[in-house]
């Protein structure tokens, strides 16, 4: 299999919400939710770096998709990683996410392995971590 992921859909309970949360707090570019005139097909995509996708759906309807019954929120199954080029812009996104409305888990501090990150969720207790680590800057 080759390493083609495009889309990352994560689920959520409140569609409007955390379309507000992505596209109005942290500024997120998206056409808003698309998908309405299908029954169980609303989502809302966000354009990440590289022709990457974020996919916001409700988590009702990716149970029903997948042919699978819903389960609760957990956290801890997977984090999102935003990668920046210096400890001042880590501080500055998740100042940015809490300000949107993120629950700050982790504040930004360096790290054992040489970097700085910190850890916050958004509205639907997914985690995000924000971080700096001079391995991987950016292209930017």
Partial sequence: MKPRISVITIGVDDLEASLRFYRDGLG???E??????FE??????FDLEHGIKLALFP??????DA???PTGRSPTEFTLGHNVA????VDAAMRRA????ARL???????????????????DDHLWEVVYNPAFLPED
Avoid: L
């Fill in 28 to 30: 997120m570019p998206t």
């Fill in 32 to 37: 808003g939710i698309i998908g309405t005139e």
């Fill in 40 to 45: 169980h097909g609303a989502v809302a995509f």
């Fill in 59 to 64: 988590r009702g309807d990716i149970a029903r």
């Fill in 67 to 69: 042919g699978i019954a």
């Fill in 86 to 89: 210096s400890e001042r812009e």
């Fill in 98 to 101: 809490i300000d949107a409305g």
């Fill in 105 to 123: 888990v982790k504040p930004a501090q360096k790290t054992f392995w040489g970097g700085y990150a910190g850890y916050f969720q958004d509205p």
